[in-house]
């Protein structure tokens, strides 16, 4: 009897293992995948992270990474949603609960760190200032190759030097990073450097030719360089990929007015005022279309 009592513990743990194992590797697989759309960054894909990370979570309720990874879909679906007018409170107060989860679990983890960080930056970056500084400099201590990390430090001190050496660090590290790519050329537009600024729009569009803003970031630069022959496909694209950025069809409506296209230009222009009708550009929008008409 007692040499069936020990053969079935050993078996009890034997199966413990395997089902521990094999959660292990449900959890790493949704992960992966969560992480695969995240990297996308748009809303739908963020919204598709949460999804996968969710999964994770279920299979591996002590995932670090799982809950990081929340953290971070969920500050920026928020981010998005905010930019859209629309209520963000919930979701960065869920990017907040997640990354205080993952350090909580990882703290000798860089990434959980980083999470942390990126939940108190679109939160209130001049409320957490100091705790955005402090994740940061534990993430990159604790995993001085992550791009990341040393984006977003960029992204808090220095985003209007698109030659610091943080976003320089960034690029050296993952050239291949769309928010390092698309960041630094806004840091070149705001200097007024549209030929650079361009370049780095470019290679944004090469990471990911499914984000919207590159697209509609260039077409600014090309209107601001007057080459308005050149904005009005990516103002175009960027319109394809989100039909909700209210000013593309504003500032494509301009491009097609300049290029003697009066047609497009007056749909454009009226489906703006239709989508804005509050617009502090209402008056010289009127008299743009009453100079076509």
């Given at each position: ?7 079935l ?5 034997l ?5 521990a194992a ?23 894909d963020?919204?598709d992270?949460?999804k996968?990370?969710d ?11 799982a809950?990081?990874g ?5 500050a ?8 859209n007018?629309q209520?963000?409170?919930d ?12 350090v909580g679990k990882g ?6 760190h980083?999470?942390l960080?990126q ?6 970056s001049?409320?957490y200032g100091?705790e955005?500084?402090?994740a ?18 960029w992204?808090?001190?220095?985003n209007d ?15 291949h990073?769309f ?11 705001k200097l007024?450097?549209?030929d ?14 499914k ?17 308005y022959?050149?904005?009005i496909?990516?103002?175009?694209q ?7 950025i209210?000013?593309?069809y504003f500032?494509?409506g ?8 009066n ?6 222009l009226?489906k ?8 502090t ?13």
């Amino acid at each position: 009897m007692q040499l069936f009592h020990k053969s079935l513990l050993a078996f009890i743990i034997l199966l413990s293992a395997s089902i521990a194992a094999q959660n292990s590797e449900k959890a790493k697989k949704a992960y992966d995948k969560g992480r695969e759309a995240y990297l996308k960054f748009t809303v739908d894909d963020y919204k598709d992270a949460i999804k996968y990370y969710d999964q994770a979570v279920a299979a591996d309720a002590d995932m670090a990474l799982a809950y990081a990874g929340l953290a971070e879909a969920y500050a920026l679906l928020g981010y998005e949603i905010e930019k859209n007018g629309q209520a963000s409170k919930d979701y960065y107060e869920k990017a907040l609960e997640n990354a205080k989860k993952a350090v909580g679990k990882g703290p000798k983890i860089g990434l959980t760190h980083r999470a942390l960080a990126q939940a108190f930056l679109v939160h209130d970056s001049k409320k957490y200032g100091q705790e955005i500084y402090e994740a940061l400099k534990v993430a990159t201590e604790l995993d001085s190759t992550d791009a990341e990390s040393y984006y977003l430090m960029w992204l808090h001190t220095e985003n209007d030097k698109p030659e610091s050496p943080l976003i320089r660090k960034s690029l050296q590290l993952n050239d291949h990073f769309f928010q390092s790519q698309y960041g630094v050329g806004l840091a070149y537009s705001k200097l007024k450097k549209f030929d650079q600024s361009i370049e780095c729009f470019k290679k944004a569009v090469a990471i990911n030719p499914k984000n919207y803003l590159p697209y509609y970031s260039m077409g600014n630069a090309y209107s601001q360089l007057k080459k308005y022959d050149l904005a009005i496909p990516e103002y175009e694209q960027a319109l394809k990929l989100n039909k909700n950025i209210n000013d593309a069809y504003f500032y494509l409506g301009l491009a097609y007015y300049y290029q003697d296209q009066n047609k497009k230009a007056v749909k454009h222009l009226e489906k703006y005022l239709e989508l804005v009708p509050a617009t502090t550009y209402r008056g010289e929008v009127e008299n743009i279309l009453k100079d076509i008409k």
